[in-house]
């Protein structure tokens, strides 16, 4: 055995996955804010997946506010069931979010027969799952969302319409999520990650 059981080596209480996981929301609101780059979330992120003891989430989360890691904490839950959703309401019109925008952890999208396009690529994602109502006519949702990002759309019920999702529905750890579910009627929701055509995204 390479370690001994009669006479360990005290290093502390070991984590749960659950506590590295609330290590990483931590990071990731740490990059919405600011304080640290994308270069620095992934050298952390690292660290904090690689954790065993509660000493080993100290260093990534050191010089941030409120630095000491709450092992066996409970779980703050993913979205809000009191936040009032965001309401974009389309009618027979466009709306469509990209570059740097204010991400709600709730959005209520509504379209009579207009579309709704939501880009969450190039903007920072605070809530580590989004919750996304849609109530369409025969209006349409598009959703492009981050390369490493999971998305459920398995509670949309489309009488007439289309539902479409390219990427992941199971959570990772770590990986925005997003969670779709509404009507689409005879309209139609996409979800997919953005495609790249001579440098040019869309």
């Not at 469509?96 to 204010?102: E, I, L, M, N």
């Not at 207009?114 to 920072?124: E, I, K, Q, R, Y």
């Amino acid at each position: 055995m390479s370690e001994s059981l009669s006479s360990p080596e005290p290093r502390g209480i070991r984590i749960s996955d659950a506590d590295r996981e609330q290590a990483a929301q931590r990071l990731h609101q740490a990059l919405a804010e600011g304080r640290i780059t994308l270069s620095e979330l992934e050298e952390r992120l690292a660290v904090v997946y690689a954790a065993r003891y509660e000493a080993d989430l100290r260093p990534p989360l050191a010089d941030l506010p409120g630095a000491d890691p709450a092992v066996g904490a409970a779980a703050v839950p993913d979205v809000p069931s009191d936040a009032p959703p965001v309401v974009l309401r389309a009618g027979m019109s466009t709306i469509k979010r990209s570059g740097a925008w204010d991400v709600p952890a709730r959005l209520r999208l509504q379209s009579a027969m207009g579309s709704v396009v939501l880009d969450f690529c190039d903007t920072p994602l605070p809530h580590p799952v989004v919750d996304i109502e849609v109530d369409l006519g025969a209006g349409s949702a598009k959703l492009l969302v981050p390369d490493d990002a999971t998305a459920n759309v398995d509670d949309v019920v489309a009488s007439m319409g289309t539902v479409k999702s390219s990427v992941p529905s199971v959570r990772r750890p770590g990986a925005p999520h997003f969670v779709v579910h509404g009507r689409a009627g005879m309209g139609s929701v996409t979800v997919r990650r953005r495609y790249r055509l001579a440098g040019h995204y869309f």
